[in-house]
């Protein structure tokens, strides 16, 4: 059987036009993936995400070369080619949303990194440290030493605290004291406060005069520490025996 010369020349021109359309998404594809590579090591992404974006990116272009492709040798029929993938898209989408949802969330947390490995943090009710962030959840260990797995797409929806990333903590107290005699210096309890070990030294604590009546005067005191409680516990002693004849109790 006679070959067509015109079926041959087209066949050919296809040939020539998907190998250049093959070298350009190759070369284009290499190029995003350094690039995406780069730019997500300026932000200081962990290792993993930038290998796994930088490999998405590549394979995306990659794909889009391979439809360029398919284009030029179906050419009539892509059109009902490409229909059925985007049908088939979308059924894997929806029958995976859930997984994908998450799987990109902790893309995100990874990117962005809003909170760490070992910080301590509260999302949706649950609060511990980060012992270790996937693509998929994140797990926290509790203080009472359970674990607990927080799918990431939790991190798009509720607010996250990251009780760690700020490591002072305010804390409060009353000073209730008879100011009938001698009126009591703000500084005279300042001073009482000045060598408390893990207080703060900026900001530094402060004293507000809340109200006075029947002779009593109430003293709002403020201060920063690291461990507040601990803190809070000393101050409490500290201004008992600056002032025995006051009253002091929590903020």
């Keep these: ?18 190998l250049l359309v093959a070298v350009v998404a190759l070369l284009l594809a290499r190029a995003v993936r350094r690039t ?15 290998i796994l974006l930088g490999n998405l ?7 889009v070369g391979a439809l360029g492709v398919l284009a030029i040798y179906t050419r009539d029929a892509f059109g009902w080619i490409l229909t059925s993938f985007s049908v088939l898209g979308i059924v894997v989408g929806l029958s995976l949303q859930d997984i994908l949802k998450n799987f990109f969330a902790g893309i995100w947390v990874l990117v962005e990194r809003p909170f760490r490995i070992g910080d301590t943090i509260e999302v949706a009710g649950q609060s ?20 607990v797995i927080v799918p990431n797409g939790v991190f798009m929806n509720a607010s996250v605290v990251n009780m760690t990333r700020f490591p002072t903590r305010r804390g409060t107290l009353w000073l209730v004291v008879d100011d009938g005699e001698r009126p009591t210096a703000a500084d005279e309890i300042r001073a009482a406060l000045a060598d408390l070990p893990g207080i703060s030294a900026d900001p530094k604590p402060s004293v507000e005069l809340r109200s006075v009546s029947d002779g009593k005067a109430h003293y709002l ?13 000393a101050a409490v002693r500290a201004l008992r025996a600056r002032f025995p004849q006051g009253e002091v109790h929590g903020g």
């Excluded at 693509?135 to 260990?141: D, Y």
């Excluded at 005191?221 to 516990?233: G, L």
């Design 36 to 50: 995406t590579m780069r730019v997500l090591a300026r932000s200081r992404a962990q290792a993993n995400v930038t």
């Design 221 to 233: 005191v403020s201060f920063w520490a690291a461990d507040r409680d601990a803190v809070s516990s």
């Design 1 to 18: 059987m006679p070959l067509d010369s015109a079926l041959l020349v087209d066949y050919a021109t296809r040939t020539i036009w998907a």
């Design 57 to 63: 990116a590549q394979v995306v272009v990659i794909l």
């Design 128 to 147: 511990g440290v980060v012992e270790e962030i996937a693509f998929r959840t994140t797990m926290l260990r509790t203080p009472d030493n359970r674990e």
